[in-house]
């Protein structure tokens, strides 16, 4: 057991050197749980052309990132040969210096790709630039980027169980084997990096005739063969309309794992009619929310699933407007208010347990190193199970929660925010290795290690417990007062 000589003090990750206790995000609830939530950076932020409130909520509320254009072929290898890192290597400097996981999106996809690739009329010669692309592009980032995009919308949409023919240069020109070959290639130029087959459409259900079941069929054929994929990414572009579409996903999750497949939801907004858009009031954007939410639940229930990746941050950016005739699918408005979609996600993920949300990741989604050694601590709790209650008592799930405000008062202490109230009446307030309860003096204290297990309990009537006997590292603060509960998770340093 180490014990801290020097208060060193602890902080909330994320949170500045005056803030003790942050306020609850998706990305600190989302690694609770070892799981991804992220969102692109637009082209504006790579150009330097985007807002600066957008990069600050990017950064707080997401752990993993993905390009919206600039890993694609016609970015990363405008003219033969000639390989264009600049932007990517910006993209994965900023996931660094904010321990986010990268998504590489994409490898042999049939549109962004350049004119002279498109012109290649001979079978060899293009499998060849396939092949240097891969070995290349993947090289390159190998071990940076967790999880490419190996094959993008591959699969042709009339409801005919066939690979797209008309547009894709790599079917007509190779044939339905470029996909094998791009999978292998990836493989061995990064052995570590997830490997997904991502597509549109088929968050639409599996029934016959239907991509997801083709999808399913193809995954099935791989894992036979020895192709190594080890994840299909769902964009799930779709529509106020679409209602279904969360079970859909569910559907297609558990069909995958049956493969051992991981399914991600990769570039996720819910948008509505552009016609609409002078016209949409509360209750369309609490649909819009109750929707997200759905998805949110499915993702964190299905074991098999592990990234919720958005097509955007605030409805000032998105393809949607200019590209698909939708508008405000996003969960940040114009001006960047967080929309009831937000606070969906936040009730979605506040209502799953860590103890009861799995990780196909090995390693949970945590992305700070400093969660070692916490066994040395109570050992009385032989399964990670023992946690069950991890919720918050008084917690408001509902879909329709107030927009989201940090509540950080002027000590730097943060009141827990509860749906639209906030408790200010009882807080907790870490310095050092001194946790104090604000409000109360009598309260039971209980610290989790990030897998569920109780490494420290105690009941106080003097308003205050010392945690100088737990190691450094991420650990959920658990206070009782009455019956209120708070949470915090905290890093101890
Ligand atoms: C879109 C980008 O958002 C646009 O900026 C670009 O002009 C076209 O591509 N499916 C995908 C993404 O896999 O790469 C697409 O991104 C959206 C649909």
Redesign the pocket.
Known sequence: MKYSKIMLGAALIGATASTIFAQETLRSLAEERGRYIGAILN?EWFNNAIESQFEEIHKTQFNAVVA??EM?FDATEPNKGQFSYAKGDKMVTYAKANKMRVRG??LAWHS?VPGWVNNIRDKKQLLDVLKNHIDNVVGHWKGEVAEWDVV??AINDDNNHGWRSNGSVWFQTIGAEFLDSAFVWAHAADPDAELCY?D?AIEWGLGQGSKAGFVVDQVKRWKQNNIPITCVGT?T?IEISHETTPQNVRALAKALAEHDVVLNIT?LDVGFPQGSAGSLGASDYAKQGHLYRQFMDVFLEEPNMGEFMI?GVTDAHS?LDG?QGKTQGLIYDKQYKAKPAYDSLIASLKAHPASEVKSPYKSAATPDTTVQDTTTQDTSAHDTTAVQDTTVKDTTTQDTVATPGPVVSDTGNVGIRRGSATLTEVRMNLVGRTLSIVGASNAKVQVFDMRGRPVYSAVTSKGSVDLSAISDGLYVVRVKVGSKTLERRVALR
């Open positions: 082209s919206e254009n694609k999106h994409a962004q993008n919308e991502n549109y964009q572009h570039e097509w393809w590209q």
